[in-house]
């Protein structure tokens, strides 16, 4: 079973940086595109940033020049970087993967989240 585990969240102050990384984990996988969401409370999810297995990126308007997704495929792994943080920043942070993988003799394609990673930013 593939399995997708965050880590990077915590409290920073504005104008701050984290990263965050979420690694895949399992076997017989390919994965696609990998995305980054947050919620805030109160809120929708929202789409933050995405990446293909080629590397295009895109992000949304309000991280432009803030925040850089990228991927290392050697290790099944997404980042971001995000940097000058602000306070409306604040929200879980979910990693998502569009993902192909092999079971039972069939393949599969699917859609997998981890578990989400608090980033709160705040003096």
């Known amino acids: 079973q593939v399995q997708l585990v965050e880590s990077g969240g915590g409290l920073v102050q504005p104008g701050g940086s984290l990263r965050l990384s979420c690694a895949a984990s399992?076997?017989?996988?390919?994965?696609?595109?990998m995305n980054w969401y947050r919620q805030a409370p109160g809120k929708e999810r929202e789409l933050v940033a995405a990446?293909?297995?080629?590397?295009?990126?895109k992000h949304a308007d309000s991280v432009k020049g803030r925040f850089t997704i990228s991927r290392d495929n050697t290790k099944y792994t997404v980042f971001l970087q995000m940097n000058s943080l602000k306070p409306e920043d604040t929200a879980v942070y979910y990693c998502?993967?569009?993902?192909?993988?092999?079971?039972?003799?069939?393949?599969?394609?699917?859609?997998?989240w981890g578990q989400g990673t608090q980033v709160t930013v705040s003096s």
């Open positions: 998502n993967a569009a993902i192909t993988y092999y079971s039972g003799g069939h393949y599969y394609a699917d859609d997998f």
């Open positions: 990446i293909t297995s080629g590397g295009s990126t």
């Open positions: 399992g076997s017989g996988f390919q994965i696609n595109d």
